[in-house]
C-alpha cells in the first residue's frame, strides 16, 4: 500500500500534543507562568484543532449522496442500534445491504425504508457466526453490483454471569461474532475501498472496551479487541481515503438491553441510557468527520478517562459492581 503526504487527523494531533510539550519553553520566553501557558495553548489550540478538523471532513449535508449510488453494508441491521443506523444511512441517499439472521424483520425495514427514502435496500439472512459467512457475505453483495462506500459492522450480543458457568459453544459464538466476524468483514471490504480511494469503515464496539468487566468477561474482551483493531487501522489507513471509526456507546435502549439477564444489572439502572436513534446520530456524524472514536455521551466519556488512569484494581471492581444486581 503506498502512501502521498497529506495532513492529517494524527498531524494535528501531534501539533497540539507538540506545542503543549513545549509550554515550558513557551512560559520562559513569555515569562508567563506554566499553568497559564498550558491553559491559554490548550483555549487556543483544541479549538483551532477541532476546526481544522472539519475543515479535513467537511459535514456531509443531508441527501448529498442521493443519485451517487453508493452503499452501506449494516450487519445487524434490523434491530436496535443497527435499525437506526440505516434508517441515518437512507436518509442520506445511501443503498442499503441489510444483514442479520431473522427474515421478517429485515423485510419490514428494508419495506419501510425503501418507501420512505426510495433508496434501494436489499436483505441477507445470515448467520454471521457460521463458518465461511463474512466470505458468503462478502460474494452475495459483490454479486449485487452496489458500490460499498461504507461498511458497518454492528451485529453483536453478549452473555451475563460467570465465564465458567455459562456454555462454552454460546460464548466461543459471541467471540466469532463481536471479534472475529468485523476483522473478516473488515479485511474482505477494505481492498476494493482502498482501491476506489473512498471508504468508511464503522465498528460498533463500547464503553465496554475499555476494561474488563467481571460477569460479561467475554463480551468486554471482545469490545476490547474491536476498539484495538479500529484503532491500528485508523492510523495505518492515513492518506488511502478511507477511513475506521469505532463507536463505544453506552448503556442503550434495544430489544437486547430489555433482556432479564440486563436489564436489572446498575449499569442500565444508574448511568444513563441511551436512545438507539441518538447513538446512531452520534456515530453517523462522527464516522463522516473521519473520527478515530466516537464516545456517546459525558458521562460515557469521563468513565473513559477514568478507566485509562485509575489504578486498574479499582477499575475492576468498578466494573464488576457495575455488571452486577444493587
Ligand atoms: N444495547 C446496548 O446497551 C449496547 C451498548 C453498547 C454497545 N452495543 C453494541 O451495539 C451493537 C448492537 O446492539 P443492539 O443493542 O442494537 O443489539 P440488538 O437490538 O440485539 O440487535 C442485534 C442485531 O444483530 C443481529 N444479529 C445478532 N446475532 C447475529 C448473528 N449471529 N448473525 C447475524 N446477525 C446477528 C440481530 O438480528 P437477528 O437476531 O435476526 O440475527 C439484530 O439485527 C452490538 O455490537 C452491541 O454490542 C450495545
Known amino acids: 500500500m503506498t502512501k502521498k503526504f497529506e495532513l492529517n487527523d494524527l498531524m494535528l494531533d501531534l501539533a497540539v500534543v507538540s506545542a503543549v510539550l513545549l509550554a515550558p519553553i513557551t512560559s520562559w520566553i513569555l515569562g508567563w507562568s506554566l499553568l497559564s501557558t498550558v491553559a491559554i495553548m490548550l483555549a487556543t489550540l483544541v479549538p483551532l484543532r477541532l476546526y481544522l478538523q472539519t475543515l479535513l471532513h467537511p459535514p456531509v449535508s443531508p441527501l448529498s449522496r442521493r443519485n451517487e449510488n453508493v452503499t452501506a453494508v449494516i450487519t445487524g441491521g434490523s434491530m436496535g442500534i443497527g435499525n437506526e443506523l440505516a434508517k441515518k444511512f437512507a436518509q442520506q441517499g445511501y443503498n442499503l445491504v441489510l444483514v442479520a439472521r431473522k427474515r421478517e424483520p429485515l423485510e419490514k425495514l428494508a419495506e419501510e425504508i425503501s418507501q420512505s427514502d426510495n433508496v434501494r435496500v436489499e436483505i441477507v439472512s445470515l448467520d454471521l457466526t457460521e463458518p465461511n459467512a463474512p466470505e458468503m ?102 492518506g488511502t481515503g478511507v477511513t475506521c471509526s469505532v463507536v463505544c456507546p453506552g448503556p442503550v435502549d434495544t430489544e437486547r438491553s430489555q433482556r432479564p439477564d440486563l436489564s436489572d ?33 459525558l458521562v460515557n466519556k469521563l468513565m473513559a478517562v477514568g478507566a485509562k488512569f485509575a489504578p486498574r484494581s479499582v477499575v475492576v471492581l468498578f466494573s464488576a459492581l457495575s455488571a452486577s444486581k444493587i
Not at 464503553?207 to 484495538?228: E, H, L, N, R
Not at 448511568?271 to 468527520?289: C, R
Open 137 to 238: 457475505l462478502y460474494q452475495q453483495v459483490k454479486n449485487l453490483n452496489m458500490n460499498v462506500e461504507v461498511l458497518v459492522n454492528n451485529a453483536g450480543d453478549g452473555m451475563n454471569g460467570y465465564m465458567v458457568d455459562l456454555p462454552l459453544n454460546e460464548q466461543a459464538a459471541i467471540l466469532q461474532l463481536n471479534a472475529a466476524v468485523p476483522f473478516q468483514l473488515t479485511r474482505l471490504f477494505l481492498p476494493d475501498m482502498i482501491a476506489r480511494k473512498k471508504g468508511y469503515i464503522l465498528q460498533v464496539a463500547s464503553t465496554a472496551g475499555f476494561q474488563p468487566i467481571p460477569f460479561m468477561a467475554v463480551y468486554a474482551a471482545s469490545k476490547s479487541f474491536v476498539v484495538s483493531l479500529s484503532e491500528s487501522l485508523f492510523f495505518e489507513l492515513q
Open 265 to 297: 444489572k446498575a449499569l442500565f439502572k444508574y448511568l444513563p441510557v441511551f436512545a438507539p436513534k441518538d447513538v446512531a446520530e452520534a456515530a453517523f456524524d462522527g464516522l463522516m468527520k473521519g473520527r478515530r472514536m466516537i464516545v456517546v455521551g
